[in-house]
């Protein structure tokens, strides 16, 4: 008699492997971007890397339906990434994800659903029906950077893949908490309303001891949340100066990120199944122009310093980030400002 067949035990993907294999992808893209400004024909560092050919839209086949997921991936894990320095992209990997899917602008309406009932044996059970408002409009949004990177710092491969993707992450993690946390109305074509716009601080306690005024203030955070609080675990973004305590605290059930951008003082409560975001694959391109070297350039190209990438052997390396959120509820947020503790 034959032995019954063993079922093998399905191998789990690890999501910290996913997303250090898309980054690395993503720098490798990007370097072999930046050496073909000086050699069109130039063949790539990592030519097994399918995914680099992807981002870079290499001469290969034509684009399939899991070519696109593995693209879409690429843009949540350089966000996923920025987490170690950027607490809005923490919020934002929890998220209500959507795609514009080539629409200029997409609708996130709310469903309302009855509750449940409790019916006894037999009973017929009740037939309800949702109510659907209109949502928010959520209108597309880039964050973009330009970096200059010399000839030689790029010939390094080993050292130009670590570098580049720290250029990536250290500048794109600050921008993204700057505009997510903030209380700024939308600025139309420019950037998305931050999650706070529209939403009044509460007051923070009284309580003369740090810790009561602590376990105070995040208890009015939590009654604040908790009509919204069904939909997902809330996240607790504080300044540095509250993270410390909070996360030093053994019996906090919540997530605590720190975004150094808050102000001190400053601590926010958010569901992040409230917020809904869109994140769409990075685009890559390089030049050996002239650019402005200025964090704030005018229209003007030839105003301000200025300097020849050709003449300095240097690659201006131009990334582009398509990323967009809108709150879905105001009650998917609670925030305090001048906390004691």
Request: hydrophobic letters at 45%.
């Amino acid at each position: 008699m034959n032995a019954p067949a063993r079922q093998g035990i399905p191998l789990r993907p690890d999501p910290a492997a996913l997303r250090e294999s898309a980054m690395r992808s993503l720098a490798r893209a990007t370097i072999d971007t930046a050496r073909r400004v000086r050699d069109r024909y130039a063949k790539s560092a990592w030519p097994d890397d399918h995914v680099v050919k992807l981002i870079t839209r290499g001469a290969v086949t034509q684009t399939t339906l899991a070519d696109a997921e593995v693209l879409q991936q690429v843009g949540l894990a350089f966000v996923s990434s920025l987490v170690p320095v950027s607490a809005g992209a923490g919020v934002i990997a929890s998220s209500l994800k959507l795609s514009f899917d080539g629409n200029a602008q997409i609708s996130v309406p709310s469903l309302t659903l009855p509750h449940a009932v409790w019916l006894s044996e037999g009973q017929p059970i009740p037939v309800m029906q949702g109510l659907t408002t209109p949502g928010t409009l959520i209108d597309p949004y880039k964050v973009a950077m330009i970096v200059a990177l010399t000839n030689e710092m790029l010939r390094l491969n080993g050292n130009a893949e670590a570098m580049v993707r720290a250029v990536l992450l250290e500048n794109a993690g600050p921008t993204l908490d700057s505009a997510l946390f903030s209380a700024s109305a939308a600025s139309p074509g420019l950037r998305p309303a931050g999650i706070l716009n529209g939403i009044a601080p509460l007051p923070p306690s009284s309580a003369t001891s740090p810790y009561d005024a602590m376990v105070a203030d995040i208890a009015a955070i939590a009654t604040a949340l908790a009509p919204a609080s069904g939909a997902s675990p809330p996240i607790l973004v504080a300044a540095p100066a509250q993270y410390v305590p909070l996360a030093m605290n053994a019996r906090n059930p919540w997530s605590v990120l720190m975004s150094a951008s808050l102000p001190a003082g400053t601590v926010i409560g958010v569901i992040p199944a409230a917020l809904a975001t869109v994140i769409e694959p990075p685009r890559i391109e390089a030049s050996s122009t002239m650019v402005q070297m200025d964090d704030q350039p005018s229209a003007d190209p030839m105003t301000g310093p200025t300097i020849s990438l050709y003449q300095t052997d240097s690659i201006g390396l131009r990334f582009i980030l398509p990323a967009t959120w809108s709150l879905r509820s105001p009650s998917g947020v609670a925030w305090l400002e001048n906390v004691t503790w």
